[in-house]
């Protein structure tokens, strides 16, 4: 007889102004080194611009900017994370990526409210590994739905424009 096994979450790890996050790894299409960016005008400021993926034009968040964070000089170890939001495909530029790990799902607990770094609005949770906490980012609130519409039709009309 099997024994049964708890539920597990499986989480891309990644590193913020010095801070670990984790998104499900469900959400991410892939990782990338971080690549020329074509700037869009009028794009609010979180919005690097975007990036031509093997013919797809996919926008480009700086995470620092999306949460106030202060501004971080790009590495050999920053990557763009390319994942879903929602119905909009975007890039979000981290400082890097660690690893892929299975998290059980009893160790993730609710945010506690004053957590510093960034609004409490975009977490999951945090997630207890080993001696290190995972803060879960709840990537269907990085972007509102009316942010995700119009950042889709701010990029169609910038890339009509060029």
């Known amino acids: 007889m099997a024994a049964e096994t708890a539920p597990e979450v499986q989480l891309v790890v ?3 102004a010095g ?18 960016i074509t700037e869009i005008p009028r ?14 034009i996919i926008p480009i968040l700086d995470m620092h900017k999306r949460f106030h964070l202060p501004a971080a000089e790009a590495t050999n170890n920053t990557r763009i994370m390319v994942v879903e939001l929602g119905e909009v495909t975007v890039g979000m530029i981290v400082d890097s990526v660690s690893e ?17 770094g960034i ?4 977490l999951k949770g945090v ?5 290190k906490l ?7 609130r990085v972007l509102r ?13 910038g890339v009509a424009s060029k």
Do not use: C
């Open 14 to 16: 990644f590193q913020l």
């Open 19 to 36: 801070e670990t996050y984790g998104v499900e790894i469900s959400h991410v299409q892939e990782i990338i080194r971080l690549q020329t």
């Open 43 to 56: 794009t609010p400021a979180f919005v690097e611009g975007v990036i031509n993926l093997r013919g797809r």
């Open 100 to 116: 892929v790990l299975r998290l059980p799902a009893d160790s993730i607990e609710p945010p506690p409210p004053m957590i510093s």
């Open 119 to 122: 609004d409490v609005a975009y």
């Open 127 to 131: 997630g207890k590994w080993n001696d």
């Open 134 to 140: 995972i803060i879960l980012l709840a990537l269907d």
């Open 145 to 157: 739905e009316s942010e995700q519409r119009e950042l889709q039709q701010e990029v169609a009309a």
